[in-house]
């Protein structure tokens, strides 16, 4: 079994390496590395699914991953800055500054639905079943969930 470890030079935009901690010894060297050079802007979300490690980009204010198979970095475009980011099964959701709240498809990054909330602040977004919940402002709004994010 493989696990991801972030070593402290993640958070200096240089390495994520992977470790077999069942094999570990003193001094082992990574089972694979991955650079992150000219990311100096990225912060670890501490987040993996799908095959992807999740950050935030603080140059940009988008949610952007990295295709841990080939380490190739993607990112989860809107057009105005990201204010929350989550991810749940097949989909990705995010809240922006200008109170729009958008479901991305996770592998193709398709946009799948946009609503305004009519506020610029998000909480943590919640899902149950079929329904994503978004704390948005003072509210709590439901979203029904296209079958394609189920």
């Known amino acids: 079994m493989v696990l991801l470890f972030c070593t402290a030079k993640i958070f ?11 094999n570990y010894k003193p001094d082992s060297k ?15 979300l501490l987040s993996i699914h799908e095959g992807r490690m ?18 190739q970095f993607i990112h989860y475009d809107g057009d105005n800055p990201t204010v929350q980011a989550d991810v749940f099964g097949k989909g990705v959701y995010v809240g922006q500054s200008d109170g729009v709240f958008h479901g991305y498809d996770l592998m193709s990054l398709k946009p799948v639905f946009a609503d305004n909330t009519g506020s610029r ?23 029904k969930l296209p079958a394609s994010l189920k």
């Open 30 to 44: 990574p089972a694979r590395k991955w650079a992150q050079n000219g990311y100096d802007q990225l912060v670890p």
């Open 54 to 71: 999740f950050y935030q980009d603080f140059s940009t204010s988008r949610l952007t991953a990295m295709k841990l198979s080939s380490g």
């Open 12 to 22: 200096q935009g240089e390495t994520l390496a992977s470790y077999d901690f069942w």
């Open 121 to 143: 602040s998000f909480g943590p977004t919640l899902k149950s079943g079929g329904m994503i919940f978004i704390q948005s402002g003072n509210r709590l709004l439901g979203v």
